[in-house]
């Protein structure tokens, strides 16, 4: 599934590990069975396919039928001396979308009619994202992780592969950037933990890091970066 169609559930809470089934449908996104999800739905929690009288509360974002309600957080964003591509000052796109669970200021069952109740059991600091909020309403501090909004540019940095690199699974290079141009959380990870996409035993990762996981060394690094 490219980058430009339904491409979150939940913000992106990727769990410790990736489930065997490739479907959204059991995957740790699945949180139909959760006693916060008074929906008991799987989809809902993220979208919604008719937005009654909420849209200005939750937001139609990106054509996403997106039902989950955002952060507020301010964050700082990655900055690096050998940064190339042009980043923007907050997190845009689908990755403001998938910090609206991961910066861990948001409370799970913030979707549809219910109130914004904390699920604070659910939150572990093993699916937030590192540096960002985490209930104590301080800034957000990316810049411990890696860079999202930001511009693919491989004219600019030449140790970037050319965008018609395969991807694993998903196409090339260019079908997991946003608009074909941008790198953002759903680059990398594949939130709908899809057949042929989504790597088993992974936290939803596209390219599989380790030979353990049926891949090569660093195999989702190497096949952008060019060291």
């Given at each position: 599934?490219k980058?430009?169609?339904?491409l979150?559930?939940?913000g992106c809470l990727i769990?410790l590990s990736?489930?065997?089934?490739?479907?959204i449908?059991?995957?740790?996104h699945?949180?139909s069975?959760?006693?916060?999800?008074?929906?008991?739905e799987i989809c809902?929690?993220?979208?919604?396919p008719?937005?009654?009288?909420y849209?200005?509360?939750?937001?139609?974002v990106?054509?996403?039928l997106?039902?989950?309600a955002?952060?507020?957080a301010?964050y700082?964003?990655?900055?690096?001396?050998?940064?190339d591509?042009a980043?923007?000052?907050?997190?845009?796109?689908?990755s403001?979308?998938c910090?609206g669970?991961h910066d861990?200021?948001?409370?799970l069952?913030a979707?549809?009619k219910?109130p914004d109740n904390w699920v604070?059991s659910y939150l572990?600091?093993s699916?937030?994202?590192?540096?960002?909020?985490?209930?104590?309403?301080?800034t957000?501090?990316?810049?411990?992780?890696?860079?999202?909004?930001?511009?693919?540019d491989?004219t600019?940095?030449k140790?970037?592969a050319p965008k018609?690199t395969?991807f694993?699974g998903?196409g090339?290079i260019?079908?997991?950037l946003?608009?074909?141009?941008?790198v953002?959380?759903?680059?990398?990870?594949?939130?709908h933990?899809?057949a042929?996409?989504?790597v088993?035993?992974t936290h939803?990762?596209?390219?599989a890091q380790t030979?353990?996981?049926?891949?090569?060394?660093?195999?989702?690094?190497?096949t952008?970066?060019?060291?």
């Amino acid at each position: 599934m490219k980058l430009t169609a339904g491409l979150l559930s939940l913000g992106c809470l990727i769990a410790l590990s990736a489930p065997a089934s490739a479907q959204i449908k059991n995957s740790t996104h699945d949180f139909s069975t959760k006693t916060w999800n008074f929906r008991a739905e799987i989809c809902r929690v993220c979208h919604v396919p008719h937005d009654h009288d909420y849209t200005t509360k939750r937001g139609l974002v990106s054509g996403l039928l997106w039902n989950h309600a955002l952060s507020s957080a301010t964050y700082t964003m990655y900055t690096s001396p050998s940064l190339d591509g042009a980043i923007d000052s907050a997190p845009t796109g689908t990755s403001k979308l998938c910090l609206g669970c991961h910066d861990g200021t948001v409370a799970l069952d913030a979707f549809d009619k219910n109130p914004d109740n904390w699920v604070g059991s659910y939150l572990g600091g093993s699916a937030r994202v590192p540096g960002s909020n985490y209930w104590s309403g301080s800034t957000g501090d990316l810049r411990a992780t890696h860079p999202i909004s930001i511009v693919y540019d491989e004219t600019k940095d030449k140790g970037l592969a050319p965008k018609t690199t395969t991807f694993g699974g998903s196409g090339t290079i260019a079908d997991v950037l946003e608009g074909g141009t941008k790198v953002q959380c759903s680059t990398c990870h594949d939130v709908h933990n899809e057949a042929g996409e989504a790597v088993p035993g992974t936290h939803l990762l596209r390219i599989a890091q380790t030979t353990a996981q049926g891949g090569t060394a660093s195999g989702l690094c190497l096949t952008c970066h060019v060291k």
